[in-house]
């Protein structure tokens, strides 16, 4: 049976079969937990409490700043300890504020966890769905953490036909989607509701890739009695949970290059926003917790885990068992776009997907060799670019031609250098290329003003 | 730009640093070169069971020296020795094929020398070389030694085994159309691995399976065979069927081994339909109207001239740009 998908990507191993059976597991507090105020995409949170502060579970420790931005709550009940730089999974220290859970002295008493009022989603109006979800610090699960309100205020005079929700978890080893969507089918669906209420659309669709049966079988049963919400079977594919490559595959339009999804009239959200939507609406619940799968064969137990935001890399790793002796490479994310870490120090932020521990049998990288122009990466190239040539383009600075052959356009999907049998890192330069285009026309900008 | 650093982890362990992709497919180099060299053992062994022991021979020959340059001309430039990713091999296999039976040993070697020298390693090597050089090694042959690389046996179990024509120059020069069937099975007379399309067909399908040869390249040569020669044999009937152009001569062998040289062809999917159209135009001008038999190599190595150009003019759109 031939399934939806767009032209190119690449298979890479599933390895789903690690942790797809695992269900959800609460972790308990950990002992000490770094806020970092940058866990979105946009400007970070400005700070509200001190230096040995005593905050709530749930309280907010730090504002929105500016529209493009979310505020952070406290997961614990605690004392502020420090506000500075700390490590970040980024790669780089950002500025965080590290809480100590609360020790009461005598005749003090803790105070009370803050919770937001439950709202009932058959009548919740727009506005009250926006200002909850903004209030709440909900920000995309899918991998960019862009502040989720943005994109459920959209601006006027766009007509937006229908909402998918990205249950694809195209990224091999992760299964954290997959496990929502087998676990809370009915408040995934509850949460598209809203995401559909508040963007006054009537046609909801969720994606799921087609090596996720149970899921499958657990969201049809759950959207059977909606109406207008359906359940899409994609191909297992790489990238297929990119937003264009989604929505190219579920109904065959094509994002105009440096717009967004509103241009065609499609708001994409994940499986992991939806939920996080539905516990903020109905349930009160702020974002302070993660919910991340914890992978690969270098890790001794792989588990499906719900995480206090601010928990150390290194905690979640312990809770699951360690590394492993032969644990080579400790990815952020998934292992096609996930970020390798230097220091597991780093907390676990809102939007953390996954932690995937490979082996040295792994990664063991293969000799590099001249470009064979086989042409593997023109062919698997989602947006249709010509890495090979790109790269070399790159290699060789020459950055007018590469910004005329649209290296700006690359999502860095690593699809070419996942695939090229001369093992060249593709992607590597086209991201090193990317970025001199992209200062080159800063440049060019700030002069010309 | 070696991507990995390693690192101290707070547990003492190393952790290695590299950006993303953190997965490989595992394809490599060296593994495309085997595969093809595995994807030819079929028709060294059609090559044996038609033309006997002595062809083992001549492709033993072909491939040592094909080998043997490469090393010593990376030995006097000083070059890591890369004999072990497979390349040489390749040509010197597929140059041993592309021979006629009892071929001279000596004229065999040179064809090796030559091919490698100034078909690949003047240019720089595995990658960088413009023309496919088991063919620049074929072409210095048939300039060389003109006689000798047109000089054709049946093969060892036919009755008459004096020299004789291979079907295409039997309907070139004397108008003699041979059957499509004993073609397919190879018992005919050609290049020591061309005459057997069931082997050529059983290594080329392998190398298409496992992606190591683009499909579109081969199908474009079809395609094109079918709409070239097929318009020039309505109009004359005279002139040889498609069907008789897909099985004779080094068609099938030409589409599925040289075409589909990933160095020597375009790298993009509608630059290769563009380039195996062209060769089957210029294969089909040159069998009908040139004063060769035969233009298998002479139209792959044409458009191998044209590849840059057609990589040039068959970019991909981008995702997403509007069409101008």
Redesign the interface.
């Known amino acids: 049976m031939k399934f939806k998908t767009f032209p190119g990507g ?1 298979h ?2 599933e390895e789903k079969e690690l942790s797809e059976h695992c269900a959800f597991e609460r972790m308990p507090a950990p002992s000490m937990v770094i806020i970092p105020l940058s866990q979105h995409l946009g400007k970070e949170a400005k700070p509200l409490v001190a230096k040995r502060a005593v905050v709530a579970e749930g309280q907010v420790v730090a504002e929105a700043d500016g529209f493009i931005s979310a505020p952070v709550h406290s997961p614990i009940t605690g004392t502020v300890k420090s506000i500075g730089r700390e490590s970040h999974s980024s790669g780089y220290s950002k500025d965080a504020i590290t809480i100590v859970p609360f020790e009461p002295k005598e005749g003090e008493d803790a105070p009370a966890p803050v919770t937001l009022p439950p709202l009932d989603p058959a009548t919740v109006s727009v506005e009250d769905i926006r200002s909850r979800v903004k209030e709440a610090g909900i920000v995309g699960q899918g991998g960019a953490a862009f502040p989720t309100f943005v994109k459920l205020t959209p601006p006027e005079g766009k007509a937006i036909e229908t909402v998918i929700l990205n249950g694809c978890e195209c990224e ?1 080893y992760l299964t954290r989607d997959d496990r929502f969507m087998i676990e809370r089918p009915d408040d995934i669906v509850a949460g598209l509701r809203l995401i559909m209420r508040a963007l006054g659309v009537h046609k909801g669709v969720i994606g799921i890739e087609q090596n996720k049966p149970q899921s499958i079988a657990s969201m049809e049963r759950a959207v059977a009695s909606e109406e207008g919400i359906s359940i899409c079977t994609l191909q297992t594919k790489y990238p297929q949970g990119a937003e ?1 490559m989604l929505i ?1 595959a579920v109904n065959g339009r ?4 440096g ?1 967004l999804p509103l241009e065609v009239g499609v708001v994409i959200q994940n499986i992991g926003t939806a939920t996080a939507i539905y516990d903020a609406v109905v349930k009160g619940e702020v974002s302070i917790t993660a919910a991340l799968t914890v992978t690969g064969r270098g890790i001794h137990t792989p588990k499906n885990l719900i995480v206090p935001v601010g928990t150390s890399l ?1 905690e979640v790793i312990a809770y699951c068992g360690g ?1 492993t002796d032969n ?5 952020v994310g998934g ?11 780093a907390p676990i932020m809102k939007a953390t997907s996954g932690i ?1 521990v ?1 082996t040295r049998e ?2 063991r ?3 590099e ?8 990466c ?2 698997v190239c ?5 890495p ?2 790109l790269a070399r383009l790159s ?1 060789l600075n020459m950055l007018d031609e590469a910004e005329r ?2 290296i700006t ?1 690359c999502m ?1 999907c ?1 699809s070419c ?7 060249i ?1 593709l ?3 086209l ?2 290329g990317k970025q001199r285009v992209m200062q080159q026309q800063r440049s060019r900008k700030s002069s010309a003003a | 730009m070696s991507s990995v650093t390693v690192t101290e982890a707070s547990n003492g362990s190393e952790l290695l640093l590299s950006t993303s992709p953190h997965l490989h497919s595992r394809w490599t180099t060296k593994q495309v070169m085997w595969f093809v060299v595995l994807a030819l053992l079929p028709c060294v062994i059609s090559a044996v069971v038609f033309f006997g022991f002595y062809q083992l021979l001549v492709i033993a020959v072909a491939v040592i020296f094909a080998v043997g340059t490469e090393a010593f001309i990376q030995y006097l430039l000083k070059k890591p020795i890369a004999v072990m990713d497979g390349s040489a091999v390749i040509t010197g296999l597929l140059l041993g094929l592309i021979v006629p039976p009892h071929f001279s040993l000596t004229f065999t070697a040179l064809g090796s020398v030559f091919g490698v020298a100034i078909g690949k390693m003047v240019f720089g090597g595995l990658g960088y070389n413009i023309f496919n050089p088991a063919l620049v090694g074929r072409a210095f042959l048939q300039a060389a030694f003109p006689v000798a690389i047109t000089t054709w046996t049946m093969p060892s179990y036919a009755v008459d085994t004096v020299s004789s024509a291979t079907p295409l120059a039997a309907l070139k020069f004397d108008g003699v159309a041979t059957a499509v069937s004993p073609l397919i099975i190879g018992n005919v007379g050609g290049s020591l691995g061309e005459t057997s399309a069931l082997a050529v067909l059983l290594g080329g399908g392998f190398l298409l399976v496992t992606g190591v040869a683009n499909w579109r390249i081969p199908a474009a040569m079809v395609v094109g065979v079918f709409l070239f020669g097929g318009a020039l044999w309505l109009l004359d009937p005279a002139a040889p069927s498609p069907v008789f152009h897909l099985f004779a001569g080094s068609f099938l062998f030409g589409a599925m081994f040289m075409a589909t040289d990933m160095v020597t062809s375009p790298v993009t999917g509608k630059g290769m339909w563009v380039y195996g159209l062209g060769i089957s135009l210029m294969l089909v001008v040159i069998r009908v109207y040139g004063g060769l038999p035969e233009g298998v190599m002479y139209a792959i190595l044409f458009m191998n001239a044209f590849v840059p150009l057609i990589n040039r003019y068959t970019q991909p759109g981008i995702f997403g740009e509007a069409k101008a």
């Open positions: 690449v890479p191993p091999p264009k190219k094509v994002v105009p290059v717009k290194s590394l644990a080579a490479k400790v990815v292992p096609m776009m996930g970020v390798a870490q230097h220091d597991l120090n995937v490979l792994d990664v990288r293969q000799e060799t001249a470009c064979l122009r086989c042409g593997k023109i062919d989602p947006l249709h670019l010509m090979t040539r290699e052959l649209g356009v860095e690593g250098a996942f695939t090229c049998p001369a093992n890192p992607v590597q330069w991201r090193l």
